[in-house]
């Protein structure tokens, strides 16, 4: 007789960062993310609840080691298990040339829309980071299949191709990824438990 048992693997993106969203230059773009890496987060969650129940639901924890990562899981009272760099933000590409002022968050728009196509300006490559993703989502997998449910605090652009590399290898996407502050996406799959007799 065989019998079934599901794996389950949360993926969740970080809190909101207090960064200031001042106007700045182009080539200001690396030393705000930068700063960006080291600020603190927003500790309100408006949805607190929802989140405590999808965490507390898991059996294992793990995070990015980047500051707001490490935050907002402790946020959820979770400490992570395990730590990787692998599930940190992908890297922004960035320019020496100043061209106009406009908003950090709008630089930072602009530049992940060249990224996305094909422009990398000494950062990893789209090609690279979709690699990356991959190989983080066979440590999920791996971690997975050892302790039945993990939980992943980690950021917007690489929880969406961690997805999306999970969904390709044949997890089931019960709740849709989000990229916003605090959203997630919940992802299964059904093992075969074989009993002897």
Same mark, same amino acid.
């Given at each position: 007789m065989e019998n079934y048992y599901t794996k389950k693997?949360?993926?969740?993106?970080?809190?909101?960062v207090l960064i200031k969203n001042r106007k700045i230059y182009a080539n200001e773009l690396k030393d705000a993310i930068e700063e960006y890496?080291?600020?603190?987060?927003?500790?309100?969650?408006?949805?607190?609840?929802?989140?405590?129940?999808?965490?507390?639901?898991?059996?294992?924890?793990?995070s990015?080691?980047?500051?707001?990562?490490v935050e907002s899981l402790a946020l959820l009272d979770k400490k992570a298990d395990y730590i990787d760099k692998i599930f940190a933000e992908?890297?922004?590409p960035y320019t020496r040339y100043k061209f106009i002022k406009l908003s950090l968050y709008t630089w930072g728009f602009w530049?992940?829309?060249?990224?996305? /196509?094909?422009?990398? +300006?000494? @950062?990893? *490559?789209? =090609?690279? $980071?979709?690699k990356e993703a991959k190989e983080a989502s066979e440590i999920l997998i791996k971690l997975a299949k050892e302790h039945n449910s993990v939980f992943l605090l980690g950021h917007g652009i690489k929880n969406m191709l961690i997805a999306?590399? /999970?969904?390709?290898? +044949?997890? @089931?996407? *019960?709740? =849709?990824? $989000?990229?916003?502050?605090?959203?997630?996406g919940?992802?299964?799959?059904?093992?075969?438990?074989h009993n002897v007799d």
């Open positions: 693997i949360v993926i969740m993106r970080h809190a909101k890496d080291v600020t603190s987060i927003d500790i309100y969650i408006k949805n607190k609840n929802e989140l405590l129940n999808l965490s507390n639901s898991c059996n294992y924890f793990i990015s080691g980047l500051l707001r990562s992908v890297e922004s530049f992940k829309l060249v990224w996305f /196509l094909g422009y990398s +300006g000494g @950062s990893k *490559s789209y =090609k690279e $980071s979709k999306k590399a /999970l969904k390709k290898a +044949g997890w @089931s996407e *019960s709740t =849709k990824m $989000s990229s916003k502050n605090w959203g997630y919940i992802y299964s799959k059904d093992n075969i438990l």
